[in-house]
């Protein structure tokens, strides 16, 4: 009877400590930067990158002329985020909703991969707060406008503001129309496909 209980009390271990490491190693697949992660210290001119170079190439081009004007003011622009995948997104959007306790709270920062305009290639988050600085100063000239007042390193193209200013902000993205237009649709399946 001991002998047997010890075989159910070994093979219980057993069975838990396989369901810990499966656990462990079915964990979320990492993203890199095939998928948008942007390495530390890269800037607008990193054409190695497809968290830059799959930005829209007007949004690009507009970036990389407020830059070169920055320069000439002692600021640098680095790349914290721009083009990013479904999956990428999708990932960012359940880390968020894991961090806030609810998907309505972790809408105020991370869109959904149908609604996102970083897997459009629409939108970039520059820093450091220099950079982010410089353009709520100068960023209109080059159409590049910050759109979500929570969000100052959050910078979209608007061509007209050049000649009539940046549009009012938006309190955060849950205020965006194009936020609620397609909030219905549900986030695709992660991405099972290896780094």
Not at 24 to 52: H, M, N
Not at 58 to 76: S, T
Request: charged share 25%.
């Amino acid at each position: 009877m001991i002998a047997a209980l010890a075989v159910v009390i070994t093979a219980f271990a057993g069975a838990f400590a396989y369901q810990s490491v499966s656990s462990s190693a079915a964990s979320p697949i990492k993203l890199g930067e095939a998928d948008g992660a942007v390495p530390e210290g890269v800037t607008v001119f990193d054409d190695e990158i497809p968290g830059v170079t799959k930005l829209d190439p007007d949004l690009l081009k507009a970036v990389r002329q407020a830059a070169r004007a920055a320069a000439g003011d002692g600021v640098e622009f680095r790349v914290n985020s721009g083009w990013r995948s479904p999956a990428y997104q999708s990932r960012l959007r359940r880390e968020a909703i894991s961090q806030y306790g609810s998907a309505q709270e972790a809408a105020r920062w991370v869109a959904t991969p149908a609604t996102s305009p970083h897997v459009k290639g629409e939108a970039i988050d520059l820093g450091p707060a220099a950079a982010t600085a410089w353009l709520s100063r100068h960023g209109a000239r080059y159409g590049l406008c910050q759109i979500y007042r929570n969000e100052p390193w959050h910078y979209e193209l608007r061509p007209k503001a050049a000649a009539r200013g940046c549009p009012p902000m938006y309190a955060d993205p849950t205020r965006d129309p194009r936020m609620r237009q397609r909030s219905a649709r549900p986030d695709p399946a992660p991405s099972r496909r290896p780094r």
